[in-house]
T-cell receptor
Framework: ELKVEQNPLFLSMQEGKNYTIYCNYSTTSDRLYWYRQDPGKSLESLFVLLSNGAVKQEGRLMASLDTKARLSTLHITAAVHDLSATYFCAAYTGTASKLTFGTGTRLQVTL | KAGVTQTPRYLIKTRGQQVTLSCSPISGHRSVSWYQQTPGQGLQFLFEYFSETQRNKGNFPGRFSGRQFSNSRSEMNVSTLELGDSALYLC????????????FGPGTRLTVL
């Protein structure tokens, strides 16, 4: 059964500095997603990564995928307060037709 | 284009009762999935429906059931509620199971007393 692990669980970031969230998954996955969730809100899709070496960037966030290592990373460049939220990675398996989510990483950006 | 809508947004029930939650997908989306989010277990897949047929089901007891209507709207039902069923229930839609991204609704916050 596919398992997804994220670390760290909590990240206190200083504004202006760079950080990385790691997402490991245990078996082959067809796609890897990153979602953002603000407190009390739903999930907002950030990125979908389809193949080995895929890299996607949006603003200060960059996601990458290494299917051989079964690892995805979400890199935050020059953190700003607006990025404070919980970030989830999720691996999708077509045969099971479902997303398996990581535990989430709660990001808090401080001045 | 309207997003995924879920009703009701908040619900309070007592143990032993049953509850029905509703989800209207994005127009043109025929696949609807349901997830449960709790602080202890995180986000867990409940089931997916496509063209009124359940495609897959997560590891939840039979008290959790769902259905999909011909207009793609979906409902999930939880019978004989337990305290542990208190959670945020999220519905997600996509055009069909072979397309990539699921779009999530705002969720229904269920509290069981």
């Amino acid at each position: 059964e596919l398992k997804v692990e994220q670390n760290p669980l909590f990240l206190s970031m200083q504004e202006g500095k760079n950080y990385t969230i790691y997402c490991n998954y245990s078996t082959t996955s067809d796609r890897l997603y990153w979602y953002r969730q603000d407190p009390g809100k739903s999930l907002e899709s950030l990125f979908v990564l389809l193949s080995n070496g895929a890299v996607k960037q949006e603003g200060r966030l960059m996601a990458s995928l290494d299917t051989k290592a079964r690892l995805s990373t979400l890199h935050i460049t020059a953190a700003v307060h607006d990025l404070s939220a919980t970030y989830f990675c999720a691996a999708y398996t077509g045969t099971a037709s479902k997303l398996t989510f990581g535990t989430g990483t709660r990001l808090q950006v401080t001045l | 284009k309207a997003g995924v809508t879920q009703t009701p947004r908040y619900l309070i029930k007592t143990r032993g009762q049953q509850v029905t939650l509703s989800c209207s997908p994005i127009s043109g989306h025929r696949s609807v999935s349901w997830y449960q989010q709790t602080p202890g277990q995180g986000l867990q897949f409940l089931f997916e429906y496509f063209s009124e047929t359940q495609r897959n089901k997560g590891n939840f007891p039979g008290r959790f059931s769902g259905r999909q209507f011909s207009n793609s709207r979906s409902e999930m039902n939880v019978s004989t509620l337990e305290l542990g069923d208190s959670a945020l229930y999220l519905c997600a839609s996509r055009r069909d199971p072979n397309t990539d991204t699921q779009y999530f609704g705002p969720g229904t916050r269920l509290t069981v007393l």
